[in-house]
């Protein structure tokens, strides 16, 4: 009989438990050993993780110096979710926030190998699967744009983007709105053919906002980013700053 030992998962959340409180141990809080079924899932989910993280790495190694890329904090997201009663299984995509001239993207990573991608306005058809992905891409920029804007005190638009890794052929017939459905190695030209909207230090400021974690934690409450807008070029002692 082969015994499989208890593996760890790849990510395991930290947030919700302090620190400074003993983790209770001994025989009697000792998981139970892990299951042959059990054990063969967490090496399937390990080998998940690395890929998709490799793929987002792949993607944001596109992009340009001009641009700034923060995590998406689906972690952080989930965990609040889960302590609300509210969370939703996600499909299997990684993503991130790029901050640059043309404004802030909520980029969404879709892994398919070599498989073909098939592309039909908002249905997305993956080796006979349809994944919701393009609704994915959708609801993260509407939860990035919510979390930003509460922050900064202003309307802040942050546009979806998904992206495909992969080297399987992507077949559209009538790309799906607003959404913009590219592949990792045209990431970057997608971009920067945005133009120029914003200033980089209107963009480095918009980058600090989104690495607040407290913006996420705490949305829609502006109070927890502990962070005050200003106008570009504007200092906290000039008059006539007020927010609008």
Not at 49 to 70: K, N, P, Q, T
Not at 94 to 104: E, H, K, S, T, Y
Not at 108 to 116: L, N, V
Not at 202 to 211: N, P, W
Request: glycine share 10%.
């Amino acid at each position: 009989m082969t015994v499989y030992p208890d593996r760890a998962p790849f990510l395991r959340p930290t947030f919700g438990r302090s620190p400074s409180l003993p983790v209770p141990s001994g025989p009697d809080t000792a998981p139970p050993p892990a299951s042959p079924v059990d054990w063969a899932r967490r090496r399937r989910a390990d080998r998940a993780v690395r890929r998709m993280s490799a793929a987002e790495d792949r993607a944001v190694h596109r992009l340009g110096r001009d641009w700034h890329v923060i995590e998406w904090p689906h972690a952080l997201l989930t965990s609040q979710a889960q302590a609300a009663g509210t969370a939703k299984p996600q499909p299997s995509a990684a993503g991130f926030l790029a901050i640059g001239p043309g404004g802030i993207f909520s980029v969404c990573i879709a892994q398919h190998g070599r498989s073909r991608v098939l592309i039909a306005g908002d249905v997305v058809q993956i080796s006979g699967r349809r994944p919701p992905y393009i609704s994915q891409a959708r609801r993260d920029a509407k939860r990035a744009a919510k979390a930003i804007s509460a922050a900064v005190g202003q309307d802040i638009k942050v546009f979806a983007v998904l992206a495909f890794v992969g080297s399987g052929p992507i077949s559209v017939n009538g790309l799906p709105k607003e959404c913009i459905v590219t592949s990792y190695r045209e990431l970057d030209k997608v971009l920067d053919s945005t133009g120029r909207r914003i200033t980089g230090t209107t963009a480095e400021k918009l980058s600090q906002v989104a690495r607040n974690p407290a913006i996420w934690v705490n949305q829609p409450y502006a109070a927890g980013s502990g962070y005050t807008w200003h106008p570009e070029g504007a200092t906290p002692g000039d008059k006539g700053t007020a927010r609008g």
